[in-house]
C-alpha cells in the first residue's frame, strides 16, 4: 500500500529566508510524487510532480522538489520564502495502477515571520 | 472560465436531511474524483470515475452514493446526514490518472447540525 509521512506538522520561517519542507514516502515501485498547496478557503493546486527522468523538478511560484529514491524522499524547497506562500502544503504518491489514486500525506502549515 | 467547479460552496443541514454536492470540468478530463477533508485537514479519497466507469470506491458509508451522468460531471448525494459527515468535500479531475497530478475544484464546506 502506497503512504505519505509529512514528519513536519507546522513550520514557520521568516520572508526571505529559504524553506524545506519533507516528505517521506512509501510504494512499491518508482511513485508519482506531486506537491500541492491550499491557500484557506480554497482547494489545492498543483506545485510541481515527478514522475520519471530528471530527479530535481521546477514547480510554479519558485518552487522546486528533489526526488531521492535511496531515502524515499521528496523534499519540497524555495530559496526565498514571501509572506503569500503562507498555506498548507500537501505532499501526495500517485499510483501507477490502481486507477492513479493519489494518496495524501497530512500537510504540513507554513507561517511566514515579518 | 473555472476548470473544476462544485456547487454549492457551502451547505448547513439538519441531522437526517438527504444531500447533494455537484461538480463540473471543463478540462476535458477522463477521470473525476471525490476527496473528503476533516477537520484536522487530512483528505482521503472516496470515489473515482473514469468515462462514467466507477472505478474506485474506498470504505466509505454506503450513504453516500456518487453519480456520473458524463465524463465532465461528477454528483455526490448523501442520505440521512450524520454529524461525522461535516467536512470540507472536494472534487478533482485528471486527465492522466496517476501521472498528472489533479485539477481541483474550491470545494463545498458541509457542515451538519
Known amino acids: 500500500a502506497q503512504s505519505v509521512t509529512q514528519p513536519d506538522i507546522h513550520i514557520t520561517v521568516s520572508e526571505g529566508a529559504s524553506l524545506e519542507l519533507r516528505c517521506n514516502y512509501s510504494?512499491?515501485?518508482?511513485?508519482?510524487l506531486f506537491w500541492y498547496v491550499q491557500s484557506p478557503g480554497q482547494g489545492l493546486q498543483l506545485l510541481l510532480k515527478?514522475?520519471?527522468?530528471?530527479?530535481l523538478v521546477q514547480g510554479i511560484k519558485g518552487f522546486e522538489a528533489e526526488f531521492k529514491r535511496s531515502q524515499s524522499s521528496f523534499n519540497l524547497r524555495k530559496p526565498s520564502v514571501h509572506w503569500s506562500d503562507a498555506a498548507e502544503y500537501f505532499c501526495?504518491?500517485?499510483?501507477?495502477?490502481?486507477?492513479?489514486?493519489?494518496?495524501f500525506g497530512d500537510g504540513t502549515t507554513l507561517t511566514v515571520k515579518p | 472560465d473555472t476548470a473544476v467547479s462544485q456547487t454549492p460552496k457551502y451547505l448547513v443541514t439538519q441531522m437526517g436531511n438527504d444531500k447533494s454536492i455537484k461538480c463540473e470540468q471543463n478540462?476535458?478530463?477522463?477521470?473525476m474524483y471525490w476527496y473528503k477533508q476533516d477537520s484536522k485537514k487530512f483528505l482521503k479519497i472516496m470515489f473515482s470515475?473514469?468515462?462514467?466507469?466507477?472505478?474506485i470506491n474506498e470504505t466509505v458509508p454506503n450513504r453516500f452514493s456518487p453519480k456520473s451522468p458524463d465524463k465532465a460531471h461528477l454528483n455526490l448525494h448523501i442520505n440521512s446526514l450524520e454529524l461525522g459527515d461535516s467536512a470540507v468535500y472536494f472534487c478533482?479531475?485528471?486527465?492522466?490518472?496517476?501521472?498528472?497530478?489533479?485539477?481541483f475544484g474550491s470545494g463545498t464546506r458541509l457542515t451538519v447540525v
Open positions: 478533482a479531475s485528471s486527465q492522466d490518472p496517476g501521472a498528472g497530478g489533479y485539477t
Open positions: 478540462l476535458g478530463h477522463d477521470t
Open positions: 470515475y473514469n468515462n462514467k466507469e466507477l472505478i
Open positions: 515527478y514522475f520519471s527522468g530528471d530527479t
Open positions: 501526495a504518491v500517485g499510483a501507477r495502477t490502481n486507477a492513479g489514486k493519489s494518496t
Open positions: 510504494y512499491g515501485a518508482t511513485p508519482y
